[in-house]
Every structure is written in C-alpha cells, then in structure tokens.
C-alpha cells in the first residue's frame, strides 16, 4: 500500500521569507512524486512532480521540490513567498506497483501574510 | 484547450435522494478519474476509467455509488441513496496516454452536501 503524510496542518510565514511544506511517502516499487495547489474556490492544479533524474525538481510559480530517497521525502520549498501563494497545497504519490492513482496527503495550508 | 469541467459546482441533497455529478475531461484524454475529500481530510481515490472500460475501482465506497463513461467521453457518478457520509468535494481528473508519470489535470470540483 503507498501512504503520504503532510505533518503540518498549517504553514505560517512572512512574505519575502523562503518556505517549506514538509511531505513524506512510502511505497513499494518506484515514486513518482506530485505537488497540486488549491485556491480558493478553484481545482487542484499542477505544480510539480518528480519522475527520475535529478533530485531538485523545479515547477510553476517559482516552487521547487527536492526528492529524498534515504528519507523518503519530498518537500516544497520556495525562496521568497509573496501573499498571493496562500492556499491549500496536497502531496501525491503514484508508485510502478500501485497503478495510475494518486494517493494524497491530507494537505498543507499555506499562509503568507505581509 | 477547456479543462476538466465538472457540473454541478454545489449540490444540497436531503438524505435519501440521488444525485448525479458530471465530469467533461480535457478532450482526447483515455484517463478518467474521480476522487473524493471528506470533511477536510485527504483526497482518496474513487475509481479510474480508460476510455469506457473501469481500471481500477478499488476505491468505490459502497454498492450506492455508481460510475459510468459510456462512449469514453464524459463521466458520470451517481449516488443512491444518499446518506450523511457521503458529504464531501468529489474532484474528477483527466490524463492522456497509459503510463504513471503523467500528471492529471483536475477540474474545480462538486461539493456535496447531504443533510
């Protein structure tokens, strides 16, 4: 069975300042790892995902992911948040032994304030 | 190029009536998917549709859900009857081709309310 956990219900932190939402896995097979970001009233979109390759992933709207494998990790980090990156943020995990679906955390609430 | 659209938006139901939610995936896209987040909690994964045939529908709650994707294009997801615990924000997401790394692309969501 493939797990993610999100440790952190909410993330605070001052624009301008680096952030970091924590996100950790386990699986059987090989990760591929996802970001998604939920704005109010609006879906989940897209930000990231790791495949294979080079450990530091970089997305949308200058967030960056780094995957750990000894610690099985998969944090979201960005170096200057700005007050329009509040929102909710979800971890996912798909796995070669788990098929197609994505298997969620329970997500993170990023707030940014001035 | 429209995006996964999904009807309703909101749906207030009295326990015991059916709903029917709709999903339009992005256009030419084989994967189909619903999932559910309940009561804040994590988003799990429903069922999964290639074209019209069901994957993998590891995730259906119970006998009163019922998916279908006839002729591969929309998808429905009927719930009857509807109880209490079945209140929650079902997303549907879409995605081309068959591998795993692929992202899927979700659309906005219905909220349903049972009560």
């Known amino acids: 069975a493939q797990s993610v956990a999100q440790p952190e219900d909410q993330v605070n932190v001052a624009e301008g300042n680096p952030l970091t939402v924590k996100c950790t896995y386990s699986v059987s097979g090989n990760p591929y790892l996802f970001w998604y970001v939920q704005y109010p009233n609006r879906g989940l979109q897209f930000l990231l995902k790791y495949i294979t390759g080079d450990n530091l992933v970089k997305g949308s709207y200058g967030f960056e992911a780094e995957f750990n494998k000894s610690q099985t990790s998969f944090h979201l980090k960005k170096p200057s948040a700005l007050v329009s990156d509040s929102a909710l943020y979800f971890c996912?995990?798909?796995?070669?032994?788990?098929?197609?679906?994505?298997?969620f955390g329970t997500g993170t609430q990023l707030k940014v304030e001035l | 190029e429209a995006g996964v659209t999904q009807f309703p938006s909101h749906s207030v139901i009295e326990k015991g009536q059916t709903v029917t939610l709709r999903c339009d995936p992005i256009s030419g896209h084989d994967n189909l998917y619903w999932y559910r987040r309940v009561m804040g909690k994590e988003i799990k994964f429903l069922l999964h549709?290639?074209?019209?045939?069901?994957?993998?529908e590891s995730g259906m709650p119970n006998n009163r859900f019922l998916a279908e994707r006839t002729g591969g294009t929309y998808s429905t997801l009927k719930v009857q009857p509807a109880e209490l615990e079945d209140s929650g924000v079902y997303f549907c997401?879409?995605?081309?081709?068959?591998?795993?790394?692929?992202?899927?692309?979700f659309g906005q969501g219905t909220r349903l309310t049972v009560v």
């Open positions: 996912a995990v798909r796995s070669t032994g788990g098929g197609n679906k994505l298997t």
């Open positions: 997401a879409s995605s081309p081709g068959q591998g795993v790394t692929g992202e899927a692309f």
């Open positions: 549709f290639v074209k019209e045939s069901k994957q993998d």
